[in-house]
């Protein structure tokens, strides 16, 4: 299905939906964004809350210059317009988490400019989707109501902690580009380091503006659907309100600007808040922090730290690697899988003295096929993987230099999950070595020949399929360990003779 194609279909006829996000993602620093109370995830609640973060009368906020820097660098990362000049601005409004009784943001003048993404949808088309800005903001704390019967608790552990609000463009036609936009932006704030991307933590949720609108007719009214911790649950929130919203128009109501939340159980979005508007927040210059002013030396460095993001990666990987533009993409799509296929790489081709481009289709294919096939299995993921990336390539070099066949080398990789041995280990310690001896080999295919006279028979008679079978039962006779070019050639010759 392309991005043209992705319609629903109401009783008046086709439906566009139009699609926004706002990501918020937890900037990676040890402390939070004007203090230095830690950022440590998990720890117990009001354990990391200073006195600024609790808003105690003349405390005064002092951004954290790490804070800054990731937020330039994501910028970097999507070719976006950095802003050497910057302000942050006070957003006013009441809730029982939010200590100060207001936000700490940036709305007039950002850090961030526009930027651009490219994504490759499952179901579409390649598209840009573009940003329209990420300013940098403090968070809320948490309300917890499930600690006391009557009452309700506040944890500031997340109070102050610094996010990025990253805006797009409502360019999305689709649940599947919503879905693989997350997923690409979630691959360069890995890349990059800024965020660690975990949304089951919550340090990184997407606020989902969806529209609807005939085919080539000016926006419709959007409501924003707050909050979403997961891609998947990004694109079933999409697909309701989206229906929701043609349901609603097509039986003659009209769609309100609101606040909704989305109810992963039941697969459904509902109403939260009328939606505010910006004046709303009384928003003004925060009159205790000066302006942010760049210098070119700071963007210089920031630029010079920035690693090999996705897309060059990726077209490294497809050019002078000669992957597959699949096997590339999945190599790419997260930086620890990039990273461990890196470290494969290096050590194979080391094991083997041969260059990166000679042995990189033989690595990946392991990798893809092999290591995340058992990964699956025993529902880990490349990170917790019992092998090594030295190991993997020690064992491919095995397999090169035929110390190893192919049902071998499974045999041995299916031991080194279970014990983490090196391969050269388990190889000498079990005697999985691969033989060419020809003595050997001749030995076990004269029993073969004689325990299966009959079909040595038919295939004289020129059954010739029948090899297959021959080579089948001799490496079976050898438990694997007969080099199969030796055995087929010696087969064949003793079977035509």
Excluded at 42 to 54: F, H, I, K, T
Excluded at 102 to 110: F, G, N, R
Aim: charged share 25%; hydrophobic share 40%; with cysteine.
């Amino acid at each position: 299905m392309t991005e043209s194609t992705y319609r629903i279909q109401g009783a008046t006829g086709e439906w566009e939906v139009v699609i926004g996000l706002e990501v918020h993602a937890q900037i990676t620093s040890n402390a939070k964004l004007f203090s230095g109370a830690s950022t440590r995830f998990g720890a117990e609640p009001n354990a990391n809350v200073s006195l600024v973060d609790a808003a105690m009368p003349g405390m005064l906020p002092v951004p954290n210059r790490e804070c800054i820097r990731q937020a330039v660098r994501t910028g970097m990362a999507i070719d976006a317009q950095i802003n050497k000049w910057s302000r942050f601005d006070r957003k006013n409004y009441f809730y029982a988490d939010l200590p100060q009784g207001y936000q700490i943001s940036q709305l007039y003048h950002p850090l961030v400019g526009e930027g651009t993404i490219s994504i490759e949808p499952e179901e579409g088309q390649a598209k840009t989707i573009g940003i329209e800005r990420i300013h940098v903001e403090q968070d809320a704390g948490k309300l917890m109501h499930d600690q006391h019967p009557t009452r309700s608790y506040i944890d500031l552990n997340r109070s102050g902690v610094a996010l990025m609000e990253i805006v797009s463009r409502p360019d999305m036609r689709s649940p599947a580009e919503a879905g693989a936009y997350l997923r690409k932006l979630r691959a360069i704030l890995r890349y990059v380091g800024s965020c660690d991307g975990n949304m089951e933590e919550g340090s990184m949720r997407a606020d989902v503006n969806v529209s609807v609108r005939k085919p080539g007719d000016p926006f419709g009214t959007r409501t924003e659907t707050k909050n979403v911790n997961s891609v998947r649950f990004v694109m079933a929130a999409i697909e309701h309100e989206a229906n929701r919203q043609v349901d609603l128009i097509e039986s003659g109501g009209t769609v309100v600007q609101e606040t909704r939340l989305f109810d992963p159980d039941k697969g459904v979005t509902r109403s939260m808040r009328s939606k505010e508007d910006a004046h709303d927040y009384r928003y003004f210059p925060d009159p205790d922090l000066l302006p942010l002013e760049l210098d070119d030396a700071f963007l210089a460095e920031c630029r010079a730290s920035l690693p090999e993001l996705p897309d060059a990666k990726r077209a490294r990987y497809e050019g002078p690697l000669g992957l597959t533009p699949y096997a590339a993409g999945v190599l790419t799509a997260d930086v620890e899988t990039a990273r461990w296929f890196e470290a494969l790489l290096a050590e194979t081709a080391r094991v083997q003295g041969k260059p990166e481009a000679d042995v990189a289709k033989a690595a990946s294919n392991w990798l893809i096929s092999d290591l995340f096939g058992a990964l699956n299995r025993l529902g880990k993921d490349i990170t917790d993987s019992p092998v090594s990336p030295a190991q993997g390539g020690q064992l491919l070099g095995l397999v090169a230099d035929g110390t190893l066949s192919g049902s071998l080398a499974k045999q041995v990789f299916e031991i080194m999950l279970e014990t983490g041995d090196d391969p050269a280990k388990i190889v000498e310690e079990r005697g999985l070595k691969q033989t060419t001896d020809t003595g050997a080999i001749d030995a076990v295919i004269a029993d073969v020949l004689a325990a299966n006279a009959d079909k040595v028979a038919e295939y004289r008679g020129g059954k010739d399929k029948l090899f297959g079978f021959f080579v089948g039962q001799t490496m079976k006779a050898m438990a694997g360990k007969g080099n199969p070019g030796v055995v087929n050639e010696r087969l064949k010759a003793a079977l035509d003779n």
